[in-house]
Nanobody
């Protein structure tokens, strides 16, 4: 059974930093593209950052230069380092694993990030 478990969310002041983690089990992480999405209240879920199985990274324009996605295949964990956080970054952040060739996709349960003074 595939599981993606996010952690690291919480309340942080504007300008602060957080690191989210996504621990994967039940799959070979190295062959999956991994991504972080977020969903704010009343908004659609949006892509924040993606890292391919080969390590290529893409970011939403709104987080470029502030967020960094990385992966440790040996630890089966994906990270999202978030810096210079803004109130508009407040959302539930979801981990996603995708193996496009086989149309396999998995989601975590989400972790809340709140940026507020």
């Amino acid at each position: 059974q595939v599981q993606l478990v996010e952690s690291g969310g919480g309340l942080v002041q504007p300008g602060g930093s957080l690191r989210l983690s996504c621990a994967a089990s039940g799959l070979s992480l190295s062959i999956y593209a991994m991504a972080w999405y977020r969903q704010a209240p009343g908004m659609q879920r949006e892509l924040v950052a993606r890292i391919s199985s080969g390590g290529s990274r893409t970011y939403a324009d709104s987080v470029k230069g502030r967020f960094t996605i990385s992966r440790d295949n040996a630890k089966k964990t994906v990270y999202l380092q978030m810096s210079s956080l803004k109130p508009e970054d407040t959302a539930v952040y979801y981990c996603n694993a995708n193996r496009y060739a086989l149309a396999l996709e998995y989601w975590g349960q989400g972790t809340q990030v709140t940026v507020s003074s």
